[in-house]
């Protein structure tokens, strides 16, 4: 029994967590089975391996700041039909980011740009890769905030090291001067070292507005589409999708007569 205790010390004293927990019902395992000592000791080391993949991924899923989970196995692709599966199926390998490849989701709100993104954010964190994740806004405020500090360059340097730097919601509201200047900084700091994946509601053309300056809006786009794939999102809105049941009842609901007025004659409806 002692010797059973000192083991178990050990072994967390080890950081061997799952060793720790296992090896005992392990022992009855291979006792009930037969197994040789080295068979008894590979699957302990086997469930130590498991285990700290599953802690590194969870790791890895909350430093990616990851606002939902959303898989790729769950999105509709019936409902957006513009949308090729085997094509996203294919950037789910991850080869992209080997490559250092861009990925711009592009479309109109609610049509699955967001889901998209955290999927394959999700299978990065998977595959144990660097993953960050934020709203375009939220970034560039942070990067304004690390200027003041004068510590803009580490942080460029840190989010430069990711595998992929997911920025979300890019035109929903245009960036001023500053903010675009720092746009176009972390973009060439990225470019050919880091993986961007980035979900926009406004065709290219339109960039120009949302950097205030056509000149910052092609220098960018020049880095992304160097090494990029474009996926233009054309449909419905997923949002409007979910509320449309409830919408037709409310429609097909029968208009209520006030309190306070009196009802029509079936004379009077039909003059």
């Known amino acids: ?85 085997v094509r996203i199926k294919q950037l789910a390998e991850l080869a992209f980011i080997q490559e250092a490849e861009n990925i711009i989701l592009v479309g109109p709100p609610g049509v ?37 500090v004068r510590e803009l360059t580490g942080r460029l340097a840190d989010l430069s090291r990711l595998d992929i730097l997911i920025i979300d919601e890019l035109g929903y509201l245009g960036l001023d001067r500053p903010r675009a200047n720092l746009f176009f900084q972390l973009i060439n700091r990225c470019y050919e070292r880091t993986s961007v994946i980035i979900t926009a509601n406004k065709g290219f053309n339109q960039w120009g507005e949302i950097f205030g300056d056509e000149v910052i809006a092609s220098a960018v786009l020049d880095r992304l589409l160097h090494h990029g794939h474009i996926i233009a999102i054309q449909g419905a809105s997923y949002r409007i999708r979910e509320k449309q049941p409830r919408l037709e009842k409310e429609v097909d609901k029968p208009v209520k007569t006030g309190d306070n007025e009196p009802a029509k004659s079936s004379e009077e409806g039909g003059q």
Request: aromatic residues 8%.
């Open 112 to 148: 699955g740009k967001t889901h998209l993104a955290i999927g394959l954010g999700l299978k990065a964190c998977t595959a144990r890769k660097r993953v960050y994740f934020t709203s375009a806004l939220s970034l560039m405020d942070e990067l304004i905030s690390a200027a003041a």
């Open 1 to 85: 029994m002692i010797e059973l205790e000192a083991l178990a010390a050990n072994l967390r004293y080890l950081g061997l967590v799952r060793m720790a927990q296992l090896y005992s019902t392990e022992a009855d395992r291979a006792a009930t089975l037969k197994l040789s000592y080295t068979g008894y000791l590979n699957r302990l080391v086997e469930e130590e391996v498991l285990g700290r993949t599953e802690r590194s991924v969870n790791y890895r899923i909350r430093k990616a700041h990851l606002p939902g989970i959303k898989t790729l196995e769950a999105f509709d692709y019936r409902f957006q039909p513009s949308i090729s599966e």
